[in-house]
């Protein structure tokens, strides 16, 4: 069974494109994660349980000690300036003890009324409101009036249509704010708030694989060393979700004359990414296990909302990889399409990505393998975007970058070469040997490395 994806390309002046992917099965696992965490085949993650988060009711716990070690373990990792290993550690240790201290602390909690709260759910809860999964911020003696079907709007109560009518266009649509992100909708309260809750725990993974982009050692001596982690941010991320694909198109049209061939884009000149609502219900379950099949739409919003993180994280450059490199901007933003949600009983909410079978890897290995399909590395990294956007094996391009930030990023030592690379591009300093420099590998190499890397994978379901 064959599907087609489409899927969109950050800022204004890109060319979109269509993909045509093999179906694959999805595979609900229950990893023993903290094996797998360095495993070359996938990289499995935990969220730290908060308000954003599903509960997690885990049945395989460390104990606190152990806990409590792995805390001591991420702060290690803070004094040698390794951000994402540390911040990894320190939400393994939260997710196995909810109360582990330190490890609150350094992730940027604080304790209130015996709850563990972000700076911004603290912010919510001194005004008296909580976050709930399907209507954002409400006081919680309101809760059964909004399962009713009431709204509060400035005050005062009224129907959830009349609510709908007043939120009608996007420009006035509703606005759900988190430590992170600022969704606009004109969908529902619900699909706005539930949107924010998947983009935080996006942002707490993209923190444990990426951290080292955007956190230098100051950030990680305030962080492990003084229990002083950053608030929320003061201008979060726009992400505007439309009701529907018609009203996206006609409001992105003028931007992009070619809106109609994606699902979903990030400007980075006006620093928004805009997606629109698939159509079906709004998921409201909040230990729906139907999304351990992550949709096309995850994978889309998890691609734009990538561009969005590296590019708003830092002082980054506009319009990177003009003139070479960059092929790895879409590489990364691809990885992050095999993220996938999961929960089970055993190891509760957690999360992969880079499993053989997910994203756009079966479709690079299938390329390389079967149909000798491969782009090398030393000219890869020479085009800039205009070069790669306007080349007719653009879709077989995205496959093998998918495939090769796989690569890159399946072992914590590579990992950390390739998000130095990142950040060399984002500041507009990568050249053409950057990359090969960073590995310490000629680009023959790693080209041979990679294709080891792809044979060496199991064989994944077409
Ligand atoms: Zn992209």
């Avoid at 060319?15 to 495993?39: E, Q």
């Amino acid at each position: 069974m064959e599907f087609c994806v489409r899927t969109g390309y950050h800022s204004s002046s890109s060319i979109p494109f269509m993909l045509r992917a093999t179906a694959i099965l999805l595979i609900v696992c229950g990893l023993a994660l903290r094996c797998a965490a360095d495993s070359v085949e996938s990289i499995g993650l935990f969220v730290a349980p908060d308000p954003y988060s599903q509960p997690n009711h885990a049945s395989s716990r460390l104990s606190k000690a152990q806990a409590l070690q792995t805390a001591s373990d991420a702060q290690r990792a803070g004094r040698k300036g390794e951000a994402a290993t540390a911040l990894r550690l320190a939400t393994e240790a939260v997710h196995h003890d909810p109360d582990c201290e330190p490890a609150r602390r350094a992730l940027g909690y604080e304790r209130h009324d015996g709850h563990w709260l972000t700076p911004y759910q603290l912010r919510m809860a001194k005004r008296g409101l909580v976050w709930h999964g399907q209507f954002a911020w409400i006081a919680p003696d309101d809760l059964p009036r909004y399962e009713s079907g009431e709204r509060k709007s400035r005050g005062r109560w009224i129907s959830a249509e009349s609510d709908a009518r007043r939120h009608a266009h996007i420009a006035k649509g509703w606005q759900v704010r988190t430590d992170h992100f600022q969704v606009t909708t004109n969908h529902s309260l619900e699909a706005g708030a539930e949107l924010a809750g998947k983009l935080e725990q996006l942002y707490q993974v993209w923190q444990q694989l990426c951290g080292d982009f955007s956190l230098d050692h100051g950030d990680l001596v305030a962080r492990f060393e003084k229990g002083r982690a950053p608030s929320y941010r003061s201008r979060p991320f726009q992400v505007i979700y439309h009701r529907t694909q018609a009203e996206y198109n006609a409001a992105l049209q003028s931007r992009q004359p070619r809106i109609a061939e994606t699902i979903g884009i990030y400007f980075d000149r006006q620093r928004e990414a805009h997606f629109f609502h698939p159509g079906e219900p709004a998921s409201v379950g909040r230990n729906d296990a139907t999304r351990n099949a992550t949709t096309r739409n995850d994978a889309t919003l998890y691609h734009e909302a990538v561009h969005q993180l590296f590019q708003e994280s830092v002082r980054a450059q506009r319009e990177i990889g003009q003139t070479n490199n960059f092929w790895a901007v879409e590489g990364i933003a691809t990885w992050f399409e095999s993220l996938r949600y999961h929960v089970d009983d055993r190891s509760g909410v957690h999360f992969t990505i880079g499993e053989p079978d997910a994203g756009r890897l079966p479709a690079a290995r299938r390329r390389l393998l079967d149909e000798g399909y491969h782009v090398p590395l030393a000219e890869l990294v020479t085009l800039g975007k205009n070069d790669l956007q306007t080349r007719e094996d653009l879709v077989a391009i995205y496959s093998q970058s998918a495939g090769l930030a796989t690569y890159f990023m399946a072992t914590p030592d590579r990992r950390g070469r390739f998000v130095e690379y990142l950040r060399q591009i984002y500041a507009n300093r990568a050249e053409a040997n950057s990359l090969s420099e960073q590995m310490g590998k000629s680009y023959a190499q790693l080209d041979a490395e990679y294709r080891e890397f792809l044979e060496s994978l199991p064989e994944s379901p077409r």
